[in-house]
Nanobody, 124 residues
Framework: QVRLVESGGGLVQAGGSLRLSCEAS????????MEWFRQPPGKEREFVAA???????YYSTSARGRFTISRDNAKNLVYLQMNNLEPDDTAIYSC??????????????????WGQGTQVTVSS
């Protein structure tokens, strides 16, 4: 199985940037679709971005144009670069791994493995 550990969260002013990292351990990291989800305070968890084994990407409407997901298979790392942050981006951000391909992973939103999450707080 895969173990995922997020880092890089923190406090930032509106308009600023953060880069989140997700370190994976276990077998066949390169064969998983990797995703980022977030859960704002008092709200349900929502999809943010996904990257396939071949590095195709897909973004939520709120993330598209501001966030960039990427992966480095040689280092077992996934990143989420977040620019032009807004207070509504405040949430716990979680990394996830899915055995399904990109299209199925995005459609089902049922990853096989989850990280613990990292807090992102954006002040106005």
């Amino acid at each position: 199985q895969v173990r995922l550990v997020e880092s890089g969260g923190g406090l930032v002013q509106a308009g600023g940037s953060l880069r989140l990292s997700c370190e994976a351990s276990g077998r066949s990291f390169k064969d998983y679709t990797m995703e980022w989800f977030r859960q704002p305070p008092g709200k349900e968890r929502e999809f943010v971005a996904a990257v396939s084994q071949s590095e195709s990407t897909y973004y939520s409407t709120s993330a598209r144009g501001r966030f960039t997901i990427s992966r480095d298979n040689a280092k077992n790392l996934v990143y989420l670069q977040m620019n032009n942050l807004e207070p509504d981006d405040t949430a716990i951000y979680s990394c996830a791994a899915d055995e399904a391909d990109l299209a199925m992973a995005v459609a089902m939103e049922e990853p096989d493995f989850w990280g613990q999450g990292t807090q992102v707080t954006v002040s106005s």
